[in-house]
């Protein structure tokens, strides 16, 4: 969150949040925050989405990014920051993370302008850039921070 703020740009990092689950302030779902943030994206703006569908299914996850698709603007440019979960998180969740990666990539390729940060091809090329097998360490957010600056400057 330290990196990104700027005249123009709005961010919402709150923790805990998941498709259908507030997060740690009991604010927002990452479903109610994609219909509240998409409209304020302005014209040739980017909205740039991160999640790893925990706790949903993947179905319930694939209406998520289908949303997000169907709501953006064509004049907007929407980047996905891809998911992903290593040990020590299960073989099962890996799995299905690696899934929902895909997911978003067959959804997000839908729109006409959109972008990936490729966080599961970095962290599983250098899991030390987590530290519980899907939050960042200091390196990671350095990593994404940069990573979305580039792609949005």
């Known amino acids: 969150q330290a990196g990104l ?9 709150e923790d805990g949040r998941q ?7 009991g604010a927002l779902s ?6 509240a943030y998409i409209p304020l994206v302005a014209p040739g703006g980017y909205f740039v989405f991160q999640d790893n ?3 949903a299914t993947q179905t319930e996850w694939a209406t998520l990014l289908q949303t997000i698709v169907d709501l953006l603007p064509d004049d907007r440019c929407l980047i996905g920051v891809l998911p992903v979960a290593v ?10 993370v690696a899934a929902k990666a895909n997911i978003m990539v067959a959804k997000f390729n839908q729109h006409p302008c959109h972008e990936y940060v490729r966080w599961n091809q970095k962290v599983n090329a250098d899991p030390t850039l987590v530290y ?21 400057s």
Do not use: C, W
């Not at 703020?5 to 990092?13: M, S, T, W």
């Not at 990452?30 to 219909?35: G, H, L, N, P, Y």
């Not at 990593?143 to 580039?150: C, G, K």
């Open 5 to 13: 703020p700027a005249p123009d740009r709005f961010f919402d990092v």
């Open 19 to 25: 498709v259908n689950v507030k997060g740690a302030t």
């Open 30 to 35: 990452s479903t109610e925050a994609v219909r």
């Open 53 to 55: 569908g925990a706790q």
């Open 87 to 96: 040990a020590p998180m299960t073989a099962a969740t890996i799995s299905d």
């Open 132 to 152: 519980d097998g899907q939050h960042p360490t200091q390196a990671g957010i350095d990593y994404l921070t940069a990573e979305i600056t580039a792609q949005t």
